[in-house]
């Protein structure tokens, strides 16, 4: 191996830069030339590559986002976008590429890997929805700016005796809902994962309401099929049945932008680390992730597209603790 390039793709996450830092340094480690291909599979397909010497990825691993840039590139779901990053790749006689992004970059990690290129995988996506892996780069740091929001949100419902529908981001995923609802003492959680009806939601709201709680938070999953402004209607509709007013918050990408904690940059390290030694010894089609605390590898063939469950006894536990 002498060559290989690097991608960031699909929503950015805290503790890319970290992945991407330790491709380079431990590709160049090796002897090998790195290249950077900016704003994902656009990129790829437009030839938008960036030799990267250790120097150029000095200062990032504590930057979120992404420096390379990220981009959702539906021309690349195309034969013929495939076949123009193709030419790009071999143009440059790259012999490998890295593709740092979540279930969708996976998926077109999968296509160029079943079109006979090498590639390597790194699982990062706020949404920790991708099968084969415990949690992914950006969870964890999602995840406390979610709580510091939650924190917040409870000091001055409190002082308000109000209610607050907080919705978080997650797709189809109501992984950050639950873990931000379990870790903020949320009322309760709306995820997508579990049905809830509206009724027996406010009647359990007006429950704590009478049950004295100054405040409730109801943590609400992007995904779940009511989602926080179809709830907040229905609750001002029904105003009289919640005990307290109503407000909404929608995090949304505020989740996305911090700065990456010291769970996701060691993550981030350490799979950067895996994915460069999973090309060295020849492998292709496979994303290096977490799994039973161990750094390992999930093949996209196992991993893209597949649900990833949510554990139930979890969404149990976080009914039984908003007593
Ligand atoms: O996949 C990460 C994510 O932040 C999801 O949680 C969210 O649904 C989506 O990306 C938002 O996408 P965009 O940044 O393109 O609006």
Same mark, same amino acid.
């Given at each position: 191996m002498?060559?290989i390039?690097?991608?960031?793709?699909g929503?950015?996450?805290?503790?890319?830069?970290?992945?991407?830092?330790?491709?380079?340094?431990t590709?160049?480690?090796r002897g090998?030339?790195?290249y950077?291909?900016?704003?994902?599979?656009?990129g790829?397909?437009?030839g938008?590559f960036?030799?990267?010497?250790?120097?150029d990825?000095g200062?990032i691993?504590?930057l979120?986002?992404t420096?390379?840039?990220?981009?959702?590139?539906?021309?690349?779901?195309?034969?013929?976008?495939r076949?123009?990053?193709?030419?790009?790749?071999n143009?440059r006689?790259?012999?490998?590429?890295?593709?740092?992004?979540?279930?969708?970059?996976?998926?077109g990690?999968?296509?160029?890997?079943?079109?006979g290129?090498p590639v390597?995988?790194?699982?990062?996506?706020i949404?920790?929805?991708?099968?084969g892996?415990?949690?992914?780069?950006?969870?964890?740091?999602?995840?406390?700016?979610?709580l510091?929001?939650?924190?917040r949100?409870?000091v001055?419902?409190s002082?308000?005796?109000?209610?607050?529908?907080?919705?978080?981001?997650?797709?189809?995923?109501?992984?950050?809902a639950?873990?931000?609802?379990i870790?903020?003492?949320?009322e309760a959680?709306?995820?997508?994962e579990?049905?809830?009806e509206?009724?027996?939601?406010?009647?359990?709201?007006?429950?704590?309401?009478e049950?004295g709680?100054?405040h #409730?938070?109801i943590v609400v999953?992007? =995904?779940? &099929? $009511?989602?926080?402004?179809? !709830?907040a @209607?229905?609750f #001002?509709e029904?105003?009289?049945?919640l =005990?307290? &007013? $109503?407000r909404?918050t929608q !995090?949304? @990408?505020v989740?996305?932008g911090?700065?990456?904690?010291?769970?996701?940059?060691?993550l981030?390290?350490r !799979?950067?680390a895996?994915?460069v030694?999973?090309?060295?010894?020849?492998?292709?089609?496979?994303?290096?992730?977490?799994?039973?605390?161990?750094?390992?590898?999930?093949?996209?063939?196992d991993?893209?597209g597949?649900?990833?469950?949510l554990?139930?006894?979890?969404?149990?536990?976080?009914?039984?603790?908003?007593k």
């Open positions: 002498k060559r390039a690097v991608l960031t793709s929503g950015d996450a805290p503790g890319m830069n970290a992945a991407i830092r330790a491709v380079v340094r590709g160049i480690d090998w030339d790195v950077g291909v900016h704003h994902g599979y656009k790829l397909m437009t938008d960036h030799l990267l010497g250790a120097r990825v200062g691993i504590q979120g986002g420096v390379l840039g990220s981009a959702r590139a539906p021309e690349f779901k195309t034969a013929d976008g076949r123009e990053a193709l030419r790009e790749l143009q006689g790259i012999e490998a590429l890295v593709v740092i992004g979540g279930n969708g970059s996976q998926t990690a999968y296509e160029l890997h079943q079109l290129f390597v995988g790194i699982g990062s996506t949404d920790n929805d991708l099968f892996a415990d949690i992914t780069i950006g969870v964890d740091t999602a995840l406390n700016i979610a510091e929001a939650i924190d949100l409870k001055t419902a002082s308000h005796q109000r209610a607050f529908l907080v919705e978080t981001m997650g797709r189809n995923s109501g992984y950050l639950l873990m931000a609802g870790a903020g003492g949320a959680v709306v995820l997508p579990f049905k809830t509206p009724e027996l939601l406010a009647d359990e709201i007006r429950q704590a309401y049950r709680k100054a #409730a938070i999953a992007e =995904g779940a &099929s $009511l989602d926080a402004n179809e !709830l @209607h229905y #001002a029904h105003e009289e049945k =005990g307290f &007013s $109503l909404v !995090l949304g @990408h989740q996305r911090g700065m990456p904690g010291a769970f996701d940059r060691t981030a390290t !799979l950067g895996k994915a030694a999973c090309l060295d010894a020849g492998d292709s089609g496979v994303i290096a992730v977490q799994r039973a605390g161990e750094i390992t590898t999930v093949t996209h063939e991993a893209v597949k649900p990833k469950p554990d139930a006894e979890l969404y149990e536990l976080a009914r039984v603790l908003a």
